[in-house]
């Protein structure tokens, strides 16, 4: 069930671009009973028609908004936005279609077998689409649901954070120790960094930039981004993979809490959908305890 959700926002593309389907129930001359049938029973505000058969301002527009849907943001350009251009697309989209389909009608393609497959099957997921949309319409999360979901998370909700930092390393305890004594007394790190450490970064007084946790051992982490080490203050001494280590941080940067008011639809989206993915696996979950389901796995090959 986790996947239904992308597959039914896929199937509602689907479902709108058939749309046009309820127009193109006819063709001429061998369709032109149903032409009339249609055309009697069509809703909306009529634009066009083919051989008799309607096609509405209303299919027009939905059609548009799924075309400018799939268009990429850094092509606005491709957006049907203008009269003149809903027109170009009704002549050379819409009539076209409605033409040809009107000529499948007329050779009996709509009796053909694996075209009755794919229209049952069509049918089937459309109706789980609607069925769905019904289950789920009343869905709604509240202000509250929304503002614990970000206290409870609100740490991951941060910028990440970067430390500027300066590092010595060497081979043993006794050489780290003399390091420390000689910073505690004003050497200067990165004098001591150039003569001392056998980091690859020595040459540039032990200057590592900016780092980001994650990157290095998780000891160093737990030191660099202590609390407890404040901007321009050296750490004690800690062991590492390369030997041992002293840092002084030079600079912070990021570590920002994005606000509530910054986050709240996209905590609201999310939430919405989790609860309309319970709602479905519940009812399905419903639904297999009272149906008669047989699987025949030896039958897969």
Avoid: H
Wanted: proline share 3%; aromatic share 8%.
């Amino acid at each position: 069930m986790k996947n239904i959700f992308i597959l039914l926002f896929m199937l509602c593309f689907l479902a709108t671009g058939l749309t046009g389907c309820d127009l193109l129930k006819s063709s001429k001359p061998a369709s032109a009973e149903k032409a009339s049938s249609t055309a009697a029973a069509v809703k909306g505000t009529v634009i066009a028609k083919v051989n008799n058969l309607p096609i509405t301002l209303e299919d027009l527009d939905i059609e548009i908004d799924s075309y400018n849907a799939m268009v990429p943001k850094d092509k606005p350009e491709l957006r049907i936005n203008s009269r003149d251009k809903k027109i170009e697309y009704l002549k050379n989209e819409l009539i076209r279609r409605t033409l040809l389909y009107q000529v499948a009608l007329d050779r009996g393609l709509d009796r053909n077998e694996d075209v009755t497959k794919a229209l049952e099957k069509t049918k089937m997921d459309l109706l789980v689409v609607q069925l769905v949309r019904d289950e789920t319409a009343k869905i709604d999360v509240t202000s509250k649901e929304i503002e614990d979901f970000y206290n409870k998370y609100k740490e991951q909700y941060k910028e990440p954070e970067e430390r500027q930092i300066r590092e010595i390393v060497v081979p043993t305890e006794a050489d780290a120790k003399a390091i420390l004594i000689e910073l505690l007394q004003g050497a200067d790190f990165a004098t001591l960094a150039k003569d001392r450490s056998k980091a690859d970064n020595a040459r540039d007084g032990g200057d590592m930039g900016f780092v980001g946790k994650g990157k290095y051992f998780p000891l160093f982490d737990e030191v660099v981004f202590s609390d407890n080490l404040e901007v321009g203050k050296i750490s004690s001494i800690f062991k590492g993979p390369e030997g041992y280590y002293i840092v002084k941080l030079e600079g912070k940067r990021g570590g920002k809490q994005k606000p509530l008011s910054e986050l709240w639809e996209d905590i609201k989206r999310g939430l919405t959908f989790l609860k309309q993915q319970q709602k479905i696996d519940e009812l399905i979950e419903k639904l297999s305890r009272q149906a008669k389901i047989e699987v025949y796995e030896s039958q897969i090959k």
